[in-house]
């Protein structure tokens, strides 16, 4: 088992940042791949952005190019997401999960955390 806790999320304004942290415990969390996904009211649950155990290969979602960088540090166990340029769009609650797999795929990832909100204020 692997447990997830996400942190970070909160109110920015409209082309502000923020710095979303995911850390891993249980299992050894840096065998796995990771990725933030995430959802708003109404709407599937999206792809974000994925990187391998490794780090070398990260997937950024077209609409966050740019704008997110994914990141980890397999020392800490812990994944991160560096959101510059944040849209009203981009409000939502987002995921870290983990996984072994194709990183650009949703159904690679076992193990999700709570989530944390996300709101980007106009």
Known sequence: QVQLVESGGGLVQAG???RLSCAA???TSSGYDMGWFRQAPGKERDLVAA???SGSITHHADS???R???SR???KNAVYLQMNSLKPEDTAVYYCAAGRGTIATMRTYEYWGQGTQVTVSS
């Open 16 to 18: 502000g940042s923020l």
């Open 25 to 27: 415990s249980g299992r």
């Open 51 to 53: 990187i391998t155990w």
């Open 64 to 66: 966050v190019k740019g």
């Open 68 to 70: 997110f960088t994914i």
């Open 73 to 75: 540090d397999n020392a």
